[in-house]
């Protein structure tokens, strides 16, 4: 069975940066897989949650969402079978709950993600 699970999150400074993980465990074939991160603000539901960045299987190729660019950085290492996301420069509009899915193709939909982690809670305060 596959279980997807993030961490990383909590409570921080604006300004701050934190790192978060997402393990994929019992996938053996991890390095075929493409991974995506997401994020469900408050005030939204899960199923409204938006794709903010991807990850290619090899980690050579990646994608955000424009209002991230230069702050995330999505890298993944296949021997952990573990993908990451630095946050920098945090600001109060990144509070959000980020979790993670897993891909057979890699996209920003939700529809092409066949695995997914509940989330860390990431909050900031001004």
């Known amino acids: 069975q596959v279980q997807v699970e993030e961490s990383g999150g909590g409570l921080v400074q604006a300004g701050d940066s934190v790192m978060l993980s997402c393990v994929v465990s019992?996938?053996?074939?991890?390095?075929?897989?493409?991974m995506g991160w997401f994020r469900q603000v408050p005030g939204k539901e899960r199923e409204e949650g938006e794709c903010v960045a991807t990850i290619n299987y090899s980690g050579d190729t990646t994608y955000y969402t424009d209002y991230v660019k230069g702050r995330f950085t999505i890298s993944r290492d296949n021997a952990k079978n573990t993908v990451y996301m630095q946050i920098n420069i945090l600001k109060t509009v990144s509070t959000a709950v980020y979790y993670c899915g897993v891909s057979r193709t890699g996209g920003t939909t939700k529809d092409v993600y066949v695995e997914w982690g509940r989330g860390t809670q990431v909050t900031v305060a001004s």
């Open positions: 019992g996938r053996r074939t991890f390095d075929k897989y493409a």
